[in-house]
């Protein structure tokens, strides 16, 4: 007697980056900025935007990335200055993502604050 195999099911525990992605990516316009919490989150977001490729260059990851490996707190002072559209991608919300969110708050104004599995994808501006 032979089984088909089971089709793979979706653990609930497992951060959605797919829907993260497509999310910022549909909503995302020339010359907005992005910032990845932890840092290693980066990662899987990217993986996501080659696969869809819509506005792949519309959002510039600034951290980490082009403001470097510095204090996030760095990277936060000078978007003002270079961008109108704040995204701030978080996975694991738990303090670091608190500290992140209030020091964007005091700089910018929410726009739109999404939640995949796992994920949380805000957007601020900046301006």
């Not at 470097?68 to 760095?74: E, K």
């Not at 003002?80 to 670091?96: F, K, L, M, P, T």
Request: aromatic fraction near 8%; include cysteine; hydrophobic fraction near 40%.
């Amino acid at each position: 007697m032979t089984t088909s195999p089971q089709p793979e099911t979706r653990r609930p525990d497992k951060a959605d980056w797919r829907s993260a992605t497509r999310c910022a990516l549909e909503l995302a316009r020339s010359g907005d900025a992005a910032l990845f919490f932890p840092r290693h989150v980066v990662s899987p977001f990217e993986y996501y935007r080659a696969s869809l490729d819509r506005t792949a260059s519309a959002v510039a990851v600034v951290y980490p990335g082009a403001l470097g490996d510095r204090d996030v707190g760095d990277a936060l002072s000078r978007l003002e200055q270079r961008y109108g559209r704040v995204w701030a991608v978080i996975n694991q919300d738990g303090d670091s993502g608190a500290v992140v969110r209030d020091s964007l708050l005091r700089r910018c104004l929410v726009v739109s604050d999404r939640q995949s599995t796992g994920v949380r994808v805000l957007l601020y501006n900046a301006r």
